[in-house]
């Protein structure tokens, strides 16, 4: 089955640096990509997401990288502020209709 | 900006009792899901939903649990019996288009769900 696995459990920062969180996987099926934010007590934000064509998508102060080759994404957080402090998920499509989700990792962001 | 909301915030059931986790998704929305997540553990698939009927379900989604659109803005998850690892989040996601081709799920707020 899927696997979905984070090189960094815990990433602390401090506020104005640049954060990057990485996620591997392991379906090379998967054709859609989806990063999420999710805050104490709060469901799963939606942040960014990517299609397996591109290698490169840019949001407002994000930036998610793909390379499908070594099946890796990573999502970049630009001047990191305290509000970004979270847990990141990347979620790949299961090539059905669902998401699979990772364990997460935690950013924490010191003022 | 629409959102997903998820009644109650928190339950509390005794086990072996009837739960019903009520959620509204986004009103322009088509596609409806459940997702759980146990404390400190990932957030599952549990099912799928669309045209009034399950896409698709996980192994997780047994018969002690359904699912129902009782009307044109509600979406229902009911365990019919719980058991004590029924206690987890339960999210409630929607999305206006399936996952595939590209669309994201949107997802509430959860209900947390304690068995006891």
């Known amino acids: 089955g899927e696997s979905v696995g984070l090189h960094l459990p815990t990433l602390s920062v401090q506020e104005g640096d640049n954060s990057i969180i990485n996620c591997a996987y392991s379906?090379?099926?998967?054709?859609?990509f989806i990063w999420y934010k999710q805050e104490s007590g709060k469901g799963p934000q939606f942040i960014i997401d990517i299609r397996s064509n591109m290698d490169k998508r840019q949001g407002q102060r994000v930036t998610v990288l793909l390379n499908k080759t070594v099946k890796h994404l990573s999502l970049q957080i630009a001047a990191t502020q305290p509000g970004d402090s979270a847990v990141y998920f990347c979620a790949p499509d299961s090539g059905y209709s669902t998401l699979t989700f990772g364990k997460g990792t935690m950013l924490l962001v010191s003022p | 900006e629409p959102e997903v909301t998820q009644t109650p915030s928190h339950q509390v059931t005794q086990m072996g009792q009837e739960v019903i986790l009520r959620c509204v998704p986004i009103s322009n929305h088509l596609y409806f899901y459940w997702y759980r997540q146990i404390l400190g553990q990932k957030v599952e698939f549990l099912v799928s939903f669309y045209n009034n009927e399950i896409s698709e379900k996980s192994e997780i989604f047994d018969d002690q649990f359904s699912v129902e659109r009782p009307d044109g803005s509600n979406f229902t998850l009911k365990i019919r019996s719980t058991k004590l690892e029924d206690s987890a989040m339960y999210f409630c996601?929607?999305?206006?288009?399936?996952?595939?081709?590209?669309?994201?799920?949107?997802f509430g707020d959860g209900t947390r769900l304690s068995i006891l």
């Open positions: 996601a929607s999305s206006d288009r399936a996952l595939l081709p590209n669309q994201p799920q949107h």
């Open positions: 379906n090379s099926a998967s054709d859609y």
